[in-house]
């Protein structure tokens, strides 16, 4: 009935070796002449392609807008741990998919934090109504980003090293597929049309499109819409409605709606059938409540609540969400927890388990006291992370060790995990910024990896559709920490 859709393709030369770009040589990039008009040549290409957000000072407004920031290069990606991380995303579906199954598991690893983070006490208080209530929802939809370093290890060798994965509200696949075509502009203005030919094609937006269209025609309702789930005011609007159109393009009508818009006017019929507007859901993808700060008041639970006792395919549901918690990534971490879930898929497992740092639990106890003091002594090797999504939370340096000074008494501690700090290799590139002026800066590549699944709630860990889509997120070391 489902059958599995092939996964999509990297380009590839004749000889079947992927190819990717080179770094820009430093005669390059100390031309100021030739960095300028490549500079004017590259903001007027992302105008012209659509690598768009809405300003900082009218974030609000349709009609002004400007270009997103990129880098003026494209950046260079080791073939091999390219190859690894597309390989690797299918593992992690089945990973994250099997993980948000397992309520026993879930319940045990978030015991601590939801006794000292309310955040995550209130999605997990959704979690256990659900669950004792009867899921109603007959299909799962999973769309992830697991987010990559290349760590550089004494030997000058690098490795891949996942940072983290996102299992809510993963965004950039709209805006990441249309920068290829800007380095690629760059690259011919520069007269480098052979590098320019070596740039992959990213088809991020399709693949995801592709996965919600086919969860859509599971639900079985013609009538029904796909509601996106928003925040009132997002700068990042076009990387949404760049997945939006290619819905529509597929003939699926999409509506938007902040989460209160669902408290005010949204029900459930006698089927748990969800209908907002008068219009009926079959997918509510969030792009939105991954937060604190995304429940402005108790009603926005409320409606949280009301989508996840829905009939509505919710992308992702509630365990999956919890699924993507930094709390359980650093229980995976701990041995024999990845091949727990995968006992059948050991190639699987060994894959996964190659990409992971160091994760460490600081709950109260002798194991979280040994790693405090590691920390504390050492605070440049450690970075620290609450339980949030959405950048700009880890934290590092003299701040990490004042942190872990003022909370290492209490139970607050288990709000957070502690990771070993990757070392990634650093390339030299320009971060063109709105209103910013050029500088060049030590650079690190994060590399995203997009997967889409889908599973009948029924069919206990099979999914029945895979896909799997590459973006590239360059930032300068700078930003790397912020975010």
Sequence with gaps: MYGRLPSL??????????????????????????IQQLA????????????????????????STSYAPFSLFPSPVPKKLFTEAYEVQQDFNMLVDRISQDSEFLTKALASTVQVDEFTAGLFSIYKQVLEEGITQTITLGINRS???????????????????????ASYAGLAERVPDVHRHVLNFWGKS??????????????????????WQLYGS?????????????????????????????????????TLDIYERGSLDDEKRLFVDGYEIAIAYFRTGYSPEDYHNDDCWVARLL??????????????????????????????????????????????????????????????????????????GFVLKPQREGGGNNIFGEELKQLLGNIKDGPKR?????????????????????????KLSECVVELGVFGVYIRPILVTAKLVYQTRTMS????????????
């Excluded at 987010?147 to 509200?169: C, P, V, W």
């Excluded at 041995?335 to 460490?360: H, N, Q, W």
């Design 9 to 34: 393709s990297l380009p590839r030369r004749a000889d079947g070796e992927v190819i990717l770009p080179p770094v820009a040589p430093d005669d390059v990039l100390h031309n100021s002449g030739l």
């Design 40 to 63: 004017v040549a590259a903001k007027d290409a992302a105008l012209l392609r659509g690598v768009l957000m809405r300003t900082k000072e009218d974030p609000s407004s349709t009609e």
């Design 147 to 169: 987010d990559y370093m290349f760590d550089r290890g004494q030997d000058h060798s690098t490795s891949l090293k996942q940072i983290e994965i996102n299992t809510i509200a």
């Design 194 to 215: 052979d590098e320019a030919a070596k740039i992959l094609t990213n088809n991020a937006v399709k693949g995801i499109a592709e996965g919600i269209a086919k969860a």
């Design 222 to 258: 013609p009538e029904a819409v796909v509601l996106f789930l928003v925040e009132k005011v997002s700068r990042n609007i076009f990387d949404q409605r760049c997945l939006e159109m290619e819905l529509w393009y597929k003939n699926i009508r999409v509506i938007r709606r902040q």
């Design 307 to 380: 989508i996840e006792r829905s009939k509505a395919i919710k992308c992702p549901d509630i365990a999956t969400h919890l699924a993507g918690t930094k709390k359980i990534q650093q229980e995976l971490a701990r041995s024999g927890m990845v091949e727990k879930f995968l006992t059948d898929c050991p190639k699987s497992a060994e894959r996964i388990r190659a990409t992971f740092v160091g994760l460490y639990s600081i709950d109260e106890g002798p194991e979280g006291d040994e790693i405090i003091k590691k920390a504390v002594e050492d605070p440049e």
């Design 414 to 438: 288990s709000a957070y995990i502690l990771m070993d700090r990757i070392k990634p290799q650093t390339v030299k590139n320009y971060l063109l910024h709105p209103g910013s002026a050029l």
């Design 472 to 483: 590239q997120l360059p930032r300068s070391e700078k930003e790397r920490e912020m975010n």
